[in-house]
C-alpha cells in the first residue's frame, strides 16, 4: 500500500523505543522555564501512562454505572462523591479495570460553561462536535441494518465534551504506533461507548521538539476523571476510574486521587456571553515575515514546476505572536469562537504545566462507526461577502478556477486512494460543491467506506494523515519541503485532534488553531497550499484571512461579562 509507505513517518508501525525529549534550536528555555514545565508536568504521575502497561492483557473490567437522573449539576455532583465512595467500600476484584460513574441530568447546559467555572489546575480537555445539518450522512448508505440500529444510542445526540483531570493517560516522545493504539485501545469497549481517549498528534511527530510544545510530546490522550457531557435537550456528569496494579498505580491510588478532584469540582456553572475578551493587543508579529515567505512560496513553485520533481502541491504555515495586556482566558476564546462556529469543530487540549491547545477547524480527518468510516477534501479559499449576489459571485469564481480545481482535486483524490486501500467500498458525494463558513468558502467532497475490519482503525489514522490539505503530495517530498523552509515546531498544529471510543473514534484536522500561554499571549496558526498558479500575495492574505476569526475576537472592543449562575 502506497500510501501506507508514505505515512510511516507520521505514524509508527514498529515496535517502540522510549527516548529523552528533544528540544528545538529555535528556543531557548532558560532553566526557570524547564523547571516550572517539569514540576509542573509531575502531576501527571499522579494517574498512569497507559503506553507503559501491557496491551496484549485484557484488563479486568471496564463498565459504566448509571445513576438515576438528578435535576442540577450540584445534585450531580453529590451523587457522584457518594458513588465514589460507595465504590470504595465495595470494590471491584479485578487488578486492573476502568469504571465510569454517570448522573444524567435533566437540563442541556453548555459542557464549555462547566468548564469555564473549573480551576485552571488540572489537566482540561474539550471536544465539540460540528453540525452536519444538511449534509448527507454516507455511514447510513454504507451500513447494515444491525449497524444502523445500533446508533441510534444516546451518544449519538452527544454535542460536546468537557474534561479535567486524568483518569489515564497515553503520553510517548515516539511517533503514535499501533502498539501504543492497542494501548489505549485495552480501556475502552463498545459496552462503555462514553469512556473515550481525547487528545491529539503532532503534524510531524518525528520534528524537533520546541520549549513550548513539549508536555504534548508526540501524542497526547487522557481519559478525565471527571467529565461534564452535553446532549441534545439533557447534559450528564461522569467520574472514571483507571487502575492497573502491574503498573502500581492501584484501585485506592485512583479512587483517592478521585476524590480529591471531585472536592474542587464547582457546580456553579457560569455562561459567558461575550463579544471580546476584554484584552488588548500589545503587539503581532509573524513568522516567517512577509518578506520571508514570498521567497519561500516562490522556491515552492520553482520546485513543483521542475520536471524532475514530484511535488504537486506543499502547504507552508505561518505562525503569529500575539502579545497581549493580560492573559488570555483559553476557554473563554473558545466559547468566543464557538458562537460563530456550529460548523466547526471546537476542542482544546491542555495537559499539566502546558498552555492550552484550542481550535475551531472546519475539517473533519475521520469518523468511525462500527466498520463505518467517513473522511473529506476541503481545500482552496475565499472570503465570504456582505450580499448575497457577492457572495454568489465569489462561490461561481471559486467553482470555475482552475488553481483551485487543481488545489482540491489533488485533496479529494488522494483521499479516495488512502480510503480504497483499507476499505471495500468507497462512495464519493458530491464530486465537488462549496462549503460556506462564517468568515471562509471553501471547495468540499465528503468520502465514505466501509473497513474490512474494525482492527483497522490504526490504519485510517496512518492512512489518512497528514492529507494534502495541510502537508501536501507526495506526503515525505512536502514533509522534507516544510521541514527546510519553515523555521517553527508546527506541534499539533495541523495534526489529528479527537478521541478514540470503543464503538465510535472521531478525528478532526488542528487547523484554525492557537496555542495560549500564561505571560506569553498566543501562537495563531494558519497555512496554505502552493500549487501552480500559486501567487505570494494572494497566499499571505488567505493567511490573515484565515487568522482573522482569532485576532478579531481580542482586537475588537471588550463588552460585558454575564454571569448565570445554574443551581
Given at each position: 500500500m502506497a500510501s501506507l509507505h508514505l505515512s510511516s513517518r507520521f505514524l509508527a508501525t514498529n515496535t517502540k523505543k522510549h527516548s529523552s525529549i528533544s528540544i528545538s534550536h529555535h528556543y531557548s528555555p532558560t532553566p526557570f522555564t524547564r523547571l516550572f514545565s517539569r514540576k509542573k508536568f509531575m502531576s501527571c504521575s499522579m494517574s498512569?501512562?497507559?503506553?507503559?502497561?501491557?496491551?496484549?492483557?485484557?484488563?479486568?473490567?471496564?463498565?459504566?454505572?448509571?445513576?438515576?437522573?438528578?435535576?442540577?449539576?450540584?445534585?450531580?455532583?453529590?451523587r457522584l462523591i457518594s458513588a465514589v465512595s460507595e465504590l470504595k467500600s465495595q470494590p471491584p476484584p479485578f487488578s486492573s479495570g476502568v469504571v465510569r460513574l454517570q448522573v444524567p441530568i435533566d437540563q442541556q447546559i453548555g459542557?464549555?460553561?462547566?468548564?469555564?467555572?473549573?480551576?485552571?489546575?488540572?489537566?482540561?480537555?474539550?471536544?465539540?462536535?460540528?453540525?452536519?445539518?444538511?449534509?448527507?450522512?454516507?455511514?447510513?448508505?454504507?451500513?447494515?441494518?444491525?449497524?444502523?440500529?445500533?446508533?441510534?444510542?444516546?451518544d449519538r445526540d452527544l454535542v460536546s465534551v468537557a474534561g479535567i483531570g486524568s483518569a489515564v493517560f497515553f503520553r510517548d516522545l515516539d511517533a503514535f504506533s499501533h502498539e501504543d493504539w492497542r494501548s489505549i485501545r485495552r480501556f475502552l469497549s463498545p459496552n462503555s461507548p462514553l469512556i473515550r481517549a481525547y487528545g491529539g498528534m503532532r503534524f510531524d511527530p518525528n520534528g524537533k521538539i520546541s520549549v513550548e510544545w513539549e508536555p504534548f510530546g508526540a501524542f497526547y490522550f487522557s481519559v478525565p476523571q471527571v467529565e461534564f457531557n452535553e446532549f441534545g435537550g439533557s447534559s450528564m456528569l461522569a467520574a472514571t476510574l483507571a487502575w492497573d496494579d502491574e503498573l502500581s498505580w492501584t484501585l485506592e491510588n485512583a479512587i483517592e486521587a478521585l476524590q480529591e478532584t471531585m472536592l474542587q469540582?464547582?457546580?456553579?456553572?457560569?455562561?459567558?456571553?461575550?463579544?471580546?475578551?476584554?484584552?488588548?493587543?500589545?503587539?503581532?508579529?509573524?513568522?516567517?515575515?512577509?518578506?520571508?515567505?514570498?521567497?519561500?512560496?516562490?522556491?515552492?513553485?520553482?520546485?513543483?514546476?521542475?520536471?524532475?520533481?514530484?511535488?504537486?502541491?506543499?502547504?507552508?504555515?505561518?505562525?503569529?505572536?500575539?502579545?497581549?495586556?493580560?492573559?488570555?482566558?483559553?476557554?473563554?476564546?473558545?466559547?468566543?469562537?464557538?458562537?460563530?462556529?456550529?460548523?466547526?469543530?471546537?476542542?482544546?487540549?491542555?495537559?499539566?504545566?502546558?498552555?492550552?491547545?484550542?481550535?475551531?477547524?472546519?475539517?473533519?480527518?475521520?469518523?468511525?462507526?462500527?466498520?463505518?468510516?467517513?473522511?473529506?477534501?476541503?481545500?482552496?479559499?475565499?472570503?465570504?461577502?456582505?450580499?448575497?449576489?457577492?457572495?454568489m459571485e465569489i462561490e461561481r469564481d471559486l467553482l470555475t478556477s482552475p488553481k483551485d480545481d487543481l488545489e482540491f482535486s489533488i485533496v479529494r483524490e488522494n483521499i479516495r486512494e488512502k480510503l480504497n486501500s483499507i476499505c471495500d467500498k468507497v462512495v464519493v458525494k458530491p464530486q465537488k460543491t462549496v462549503r460556506k463558513l462564517a468568515r471562509v468558502q471553501h471547495l468540499y467532497s465528503q468520502l465514505a467506506g466501509r473497513l474490512r475490519r474494525?482492527?483497522?482503525?490504526?490504519?485510517?489514522?496512518?492512512?489518512?494523515?497528514?492529507?494534502?490539505?495541510?502537508?501536501?503530495?507526495?506526503?515525505?517530498?512536502?514533509?522534507?519541503?516544510?521541514?527546510?523552509?519553515?523555521?517553527?515546531?508546527?506541534?499539533?498544529?495541523?495534526?489529528?485532534?479527537?478521541?478514540?471510543?470503543?464503538?465510535?473514534?472521531?478525528?478532526?484536522?488542528?487547523?484554525?488553531?492557537?496555542?495560549?500561554?500564561?505571560?506569553?499571549?498566543?501562537?495563531?496558526?494558519?497555512?496554505?497550499?502552493?500549487?501552480?498558479?500559486?501567487?505570494?500575495?494572494?497566499?499571505?492574505?488567505?493567511?490573515?484571512?484565515?487568522?482573522?476569526?482569532?485576532?478579531?475576537?481580542?482586537?475588537?472592543?471588550?463588552?460585558?461579562?454575564?454571569?448565570?449562575?445554574?443551581?
Open positions: 498512569m501512562n497507559g503506553c507503559e502497561g501491557d496491551f496484549k492483557t485484557p484488563l479486568g473490567t471496564v463498565e459504566t454505572r448509571t445513576m438515576s437522573t438528578v435535576l442540577s449539576p450540584t445534585a450531580a455532583t453529590e459542557a464549555i460553561d462547566w468548564l469555564q467555572a473549573q480551576s485552571e489546575i488540572h489537566p482540561r480537555c474539550f471536544f465539540s462536535r460540528r453540525s452536519d445539518v444538511g449534509r448527507p450522512d454516507l455511514l447510513l448508505d454504507l451500513a447494515s441494518d444491525n449497524e444502523n440500529a445500533n446508533r441510534n444510542g444516546s469540582v464547582s457546580s456553579v456553572v457560569v455562561r459567558l456571553r461575550r463579544e471580546s475578551l476584554g484584552v488588548s493587543v500589545l503587539s503581532k508579529n509573524h513568522v516567517p515575515t512577509k518578506g520571508a515567505y514570498y521567497p519561500a512560496v516562490e522556491k515552492a513553485l520553482e520546485i513543483i514546476k521542475q520536471k524532475s520533481s514530484s511535488l504537486s502541491k506543499v502547504v507552508l504555515a505561518r505562525n503569529s505572536r500575539v502579545i497581549t495586556d493580560t492573559d488570555i482566558d483559553p476557554i473563554a476564546w473558545l466559547a468566543q469562537l464557538q458562537s460563530e462556529g456550529h460548523d466547526a469543530y471546537q476542542f482544546c487540549l491542555q495537559p499539566p504545566g502546558a498552555p492550552a491547545f484550542i481550535g475551531n477547524t472546519p475539517e473533519r480527518l475521520f469518523q468511525r462507526n462500527q466498520l463505518g468510516v467517513c473522511s473529506e477534501a476541503l481545500a482552496a479559499t475565499r472570503p465570504r461577502a456582505a450580499s448575497t449576489a457577492r457572495d474494525e482492527d483497522d482503525e490504526f490504519d485510517i489514522l496512518a492512512a489518512l494523515h497528514p492529507t494534502p490539505a495541510v502537508c501536501g503530495l507526495p506526503a515525505e517530498e512536502a514533509r522534507l519541503l516544510i521541514k527546510e523552509i519553515e523555521s517553527f515546531d508546527r506541534g499539533m498544529y495541523a495534526g489529528p485532534v479527537g478521541f478514540f471510543g470503543g464503538e465510535e473514534s472521531e478525528f478532526a484536522v488542528g487547523i484554525r488553531s492557537a496555542l495560549v500561554e500564561k505571560g506569553l499571549g498566543a501562537l495563531i496558526y494558519a497555512g496554505t497550499g502552493i500549487v501552480a498558479g500559486s501567487n505570494p500575495t494572494s497566499e499571505w492574505n488567505e493567511l490573515d484571512l484565515k487568522i482573522s476569526q482569532f485576532t478579531k475576537s481580542i482586537e475588537s472592543e471588550a463588552t460585558t461579562t454575564t454571569l448565570q449562575p445554574i443551581n
